[in-house]
């Protein structure tokens, strides 16, 4: 009797082996959980629909946004940034987000004239358009709290010298590197440097 209660004993202290297709679903389904808690939160991949931001990104790049560190330290002027359509946008049908680079920060008087950007009556520096803006546009001052965003492909943009700021709450994030094509790898930085210079 003894024997039998040992030998019963031992079995129900064996490790019971798990059902691999159950394993491999809890994989699986960590996985998706992560995958996007990360797209949520952290960073997510985008893809470029239009040539508004040529000659800086072509259309069908791959970037990658971070969406995490601009809640911790404020956007700088030649950020490229995400964000979600503005009321403005969303009363005119828009639903998909756009992608610009940000150009006015809160409380700048920002005007366009000349062929060039002013902010606070500064030239801008920007060597990297395709062309100078043919437009006049402003003086404004950038509400607070909302930046003013252009795309780098100045006549061919449908961005704020339109339709107006963008709020802060509605920024998803900031482009960082590009990961597709292959030839155009690269981190995406604010170069050229913006630096504003006295007037000539």
């Given at each position: 009797?003894?024997?039998?209660?040992?030998?019963?004993s031992?079995e129900?202290?064996?490790?019971?082996?798990?059902?691999?297709?159950?394993?491999?679903?809890?994989?699986?389904?960590?996985?998706?959980?992560?995958?996007?808690?990360?797209?949520?939160?952290?960073?997510?991949?985008?893809?470029?629909?239009?040539?508004?931001?040529?000659?800086?990104l072509?259309?069908?790049d791959?970037?990658?946004?971070?969406?995490?560190?601009?809640?911790?330290?404020?956007?700088?002027?030649?950020?490229?940034?995400?964000?979600?359509?503005?009321?403005?946008?969303?009363?005119?049908?828009?639903?998909d987000?756009?992608?610009?680079r940000?150009?006015?920060?809160?409380?700048?008087?920002?005007?366009?004239?000349?062929g060039?950007?002013?902010?606070?009556?500064?030239?801008?520096?920007?060597?990297?358009?395709?062309?100078?803006?043919?437009?006049?546009?402003?003086?404004?001052?950038?509400?607070?709290?909302?930046?003013?965003?252009?795309?780098?492909?100045?006549?061919?943009?449908?961005?704020?010298?339109?339709?107006?700021?963008?709020?802060?709450d509605?920024?998803?994030?900031?482009?960082?590197?590009?990961?597709?094509?292959?030839?155009?790898v690269?981190?995406?930085?604010?170069?050229?440097?913006?630096?504003?210079?006295?007037a000539?």
């Open positions: 009797m003894t024997r039998v209660q040992n030998q019963a031992d129900n202290t064996q490790p019971q082996v798990e059902n691999p297709w159950l394993e491999g679903l809890k994989t699986i389904g960590l996985s998706v959980i992560l995958a996007l808690g990360i797209r949520t939160f952290v960073a997510e991949a985008r893809y470029i629909p239009s040539g508004s931001m040529l000659p800086t072509q259309i069908n791959r970037l990658i946004v971070d969406k995490l560190s601009y809640h911790f330290h404020s956007l700088e002027r030649g950020d490229i940034v995400v964000f979600s359509p503005t009321q403005t946008l969303k009363d005119q049908g828009f639903k987000a756009f992608i610009k940000v150009i006015g920060l809160p409380g700048e008087k920002v005007e366009v004239k000349g060039r950007v002013y902010i606070n009556d500064q030239p801008l520096r920007e060597e990297y358009i395709d062309e100078k803006p043919s437009y006049q546009w402003g003086p404004v001052q950038v509400a607070s709290d909302s930046y003013l965003v252009l795309g780098d492909n100045r006549n061919n943009s449908y961005d704020s010298h339109y339709w107006g700021f963008v709020p802060r509605r920024i998803i994030g900031r482009a960082v590197v590009r990961f597709w094509p292959p030839n155009r690269g981190e995406l930085g604010q170069e050229p440097a913006y630096e504003l210079k006295s000539q």
